[in-house]
């Protein structure tokens, strides 16, 4: 079992390790921004399998109002990403900006890697070993 993969079966490191990356964040914080519960769960009941703890506990913590991770979906967005990857077998988490979505595949959920799926190819191709690496990867760029 790799470093990564032991952290991601612990569900006390990936809180923890989530509330230190959006510690210090009030500079950053969107009031505006919260999450729909509602939406949560029904993205939840939509699913043949659990989301992704870490994403979830992302959103549990108030990370949507954190404008250092503005790309990351909230359960609405992933509902509505759907439309555009359900048939690839991918569920979308987070995009780049630019029409890409960072995504598992739902045969891999709960707590598979993280993909990039290029809206303009097709390709699908890897992109992080899990959400939480994304997370640690987008906080290094806004210290």
């Known amino acids: 079992m790799t470093e990564e993969e032991y952290e991601m079966s612990d569900p006390e490191v ?11 964040n ?13 939406a949560l769960d029904e ?3 939509s699913l043949d ?3 992704p703890q870490d994403y979830e506990t ?3 913590q108030g990370g949507l109002s954190d404008m250092r991770f503005g790309d990351v979906l909230g359960p609405e967005q992933v509902l ?3 439309k555009w990857i359900e048939s690839l077998g991918l569920l979308g988490l987070a995009e780049n900006g630019c029409g890409d979505y960072y995504c598992v595949k739902r045969s891999e959920l709960p707590d598979g890697p993280l993909y990039i799926w290029d809206h303009e190819t097709g390709d699908v191709l890897p992109s992080y070993g899990s ?3 994304a997370l640690r990867k987008w906080r290094s ?3």
């Open 131 to 133: 959400f939480l690496a």
């Open 49 to 51: 399998a659990d989301l």
């Open 141 to 143: 760029v806004y210290p």
């Open 14 to 24: 990936i809180e923890a390790e989530i509330k230190r990356l959006l510690a210090d």
């Open 43 to 45: 993205l939840r009941s």
């Open 26 to 38: 009030d500079r950053y914080l969107d009031d505006r921004v919260t999450l729909d519960l509602q």
């Open 58 to 60: 992302f959103l549990r």
């Open 80 to 82: 509505e990403a759907r």
